[in-house]
């Protein structure tokens, strides 16, 4: 019997660590792409150079307020952390990413599936969601805080949501 609850460990392990793994795995293995990247980790490095973290600047003259912050503050966040390089301007998208992959397994077990690690498999293996975790976009984190809210929604008793 320990053999088996040993595989299942493994296997449980594996199964939750796969999709960040993947997602990180060629973080830093290129410059910016386009004007997009750029000027996400410039108003993130702007939010370091001036300590001002509620007006996000992509230069001292002007204000950039077209984007949510939570973009800018994550990548801050992180550039802080880890250094400034490509693989941390991206960390904040990976983790999304592999956020939104354990948020749908545990929308799995909350629906009662008998694969409740299906939707975690699938969403991590779909070709958008995981190219869009290597790219510095506002769309992983969005998908993520939707995602969480819609597990949120899930897991309300009945009756009372």
């Known amino acids: 019997m320990p053999l088996v609850s040993a595989t299942r460990r493994v296997a449980a392990v594996t199964l939750l660590s796969l999709p960040l793994l993947a997602a990180i795995a060629f ?18 490095i702007q939010m370091l150079r001036t ?24 990548i801050a966040a992180s550039l802080a952390l880890f250094g400034k390089n490509e693989f941390a301007a991206r960390l904040p998208n990976a983790v ?25 498999v699938v969403y991590a293996t779909t070709l958008f969601p995981y190219v869009a975790a290597g790219v510095i976009t506002t769309d ?7 995602t969480g809210a819609g597990v949120a929604f899930l897991a309300l008793p009945a009756g009372k949501g």
Not at 34 to 41: L, P, S, T, W
Not at 97 to 114: N, P
Not at 140 to 146: E, G, H, I, K, R
């Open 27 to 44: 973080n830093g293995a290129r410059g910016l792409w386009g004007a997009d990247e750029g000027r996400y980790v410039d108003g993130a």
């Open 51 to 74: 300590h001002d973290w509620m007006h996000v600047q992509l230069n001292p003259e002007y204000p950039h307020y077209t984007k949510p912050p939570l973009t800018y503050w994550t």
């Open 96 to 120: 999304a990413f592999w956020g939104t992959s354990l948020l749908l397994l545990v929308a799995g077990r909350i629906l009662g599936m008998r694969r409740p690690w299906l939707p975690m």
């Open 140 to 146: 992983t984190l969005l998908a993520s805080f939707t």
